[in-house]
């Protein structure tokens, strides 16, 4: 078996390099194809041997989908040999999976696409004459990875006509993002409040609208009116400086530029719980790098990290738009705070790489088996 990664999100972090050295250090023969806009600075990307990076479309393309996508399927066919891959991994449903669609009926090579935030809240919702093709992929699609059951839910129930809904359905499973070995080799210690009206809250990522930190920043300030002592830790790049110069007028607020994930691991661990409403979600790598250390979590109801535990068990999920939701449910945390600490740490070997990836072998064999009843 050789998998053909194509990856047009390969430069957003570490994420797909853990998934794809993995792969090679279990003997897996893999290639990644990333497609990049001919302006890219690609200096920050950590590449492995495996990847072939190319530029081969303008960034303006992206407002002409078709016109885009094929430049890059013509692109990889000028430079892959495509009939030597015996399956196809697509990385996101539209971008990605056009292009995996294109190489199954020119080659027959089958895929499994992935469904991400984008494909959910910028495709399927606002580019209504994309939604054809991306049920088309689904049902093309051996196997579809979702990084959670909401959305899994919001795709079927909102995008999917009646007719296909079951059949895309028992192709589908719930496999989540994995951290980096590094949050293993440095697991906290089980967490207790030394001062139960002291509330030591953290927040990492983009300081942006869609973090929702103004409305996190409400919700303390609720707490402090409350009597409680609050302290709000804000770790990330500014992204947006109206988000950051209002945030930046509640008292309690620190503020961190991004920091490498050996001072960010200190950060963790001298706090008491972490916040991150977000309106929309993929995953967000942050929680379980935060459960990593024994920190509860609040996280948006019926996005990309909602699902994967009982609701207290490692914490609670929240309406983003509500701060005193998000307020009580910090006092949930703190009354049970002791048990949840350690649920946090028992739990986060479930984003464990070298379990998930165990996981992604069973996809791609019965992916593999499919193709070859037909």
């Not at 910028?122 to 689904?138: C, D, N, S, T």
Request: with cysteine; aromatic share 12%.
């Amino acid at each position: 078996m050789r998998i053909l990664h194509i990856n047009s999100y390969y430069g957003g972090g570490m994420l797909y390099k853990n998934i794809y050295d993995r792969q090679v250090k279990n003997g897996i023969p893999i290639d990644v194809y990333v497609p990049t806009p001919i302006t890219t600075d690609l200096s920050h990307l950590q590449l492995g041997d495996y990847t072939t990076v190319r530029k081969n479309h303008h960034k303006f393309d992206r407002y002409l989908f078709y016109v885009k996508h094929q430049k890059i399927y013509r692109d990889l066919v000028k430079n892959f040999e495509i009939q030597k891959y015996s399956i196809a991994h697509a990385h996101t449903l539209f971008s990605n999976g056009y292009i995996a669609l294109q190489t199954k009926k020119n080659f027959g090579i089958p895929y499994v696409v992935a469904v991400r935030n984008t494909d959910v809240n910028q495709f399927f919702k606002k580019r209504v004459f994309l939604r054809k093709l991306g049920v088309e992929i689904l049902k093309e699609a051996e196997s579809i990875v979702f990084l959670s059951d909401p959305y899994k839910n919001i795709v079927l129930e909102k995008y999917i006509p009646q007719k296909d809904r079951e059949t895309i359905m028992k192709k589908s499973i719930i496999i989540p993002n994995g951290i980096d070995e590094f949050w293993f080799n440095n697991l906290g210690k089980p967490k207790s409040l030394s001062q139960p009206l002291c509330i030591n809250a953290v927040f990492v990522g983009a300081v942006n609208n869609n973090k929702n930190l103004l409305t996190s920043a409400k919700a303390l300030e609720t707490l402090q009116g409350k009597g409680f002592n609050v302290n709000f830790t804000v770790v990330g790049k500014i992204s947006n400086e109206q988000v950051f110069e209002e945030l930046m007028k509640f008292s309690f607020v620190n503020y961190l530029k991004p920091l490498p994930k050996e001072r960010l691991i200190e950060i963790y661990r001298s706090n008491d719980i972490f916040i991150m409403p977000s309106l929309t979600e993929t995953f967000g790598l942050v929680y379980p790098e935060a459960m990593s250390q024994g920190l509860p979590l609040i996280y948006s109801k019926g996005q990309g990290f909602d699902g994967q535990f009982p609701e207290g068990k490692v914490g609670y999920h929240v309406d983003a738009h509500d701060p005193t939701m998000i307020a009580d449910r910090i006092i949930d945390i703190m009354k049970n705070y002791e048990n949840i600490s350690k649920n946090c740490l028992y739990l986060v070997d479930n984003f464990n790489w070298d379990k998930l990836l165990t996981q992604y072998d069973d996809v791609y064999a019965k992916a593999l088996e499919n193709e070859s009843k037909r």
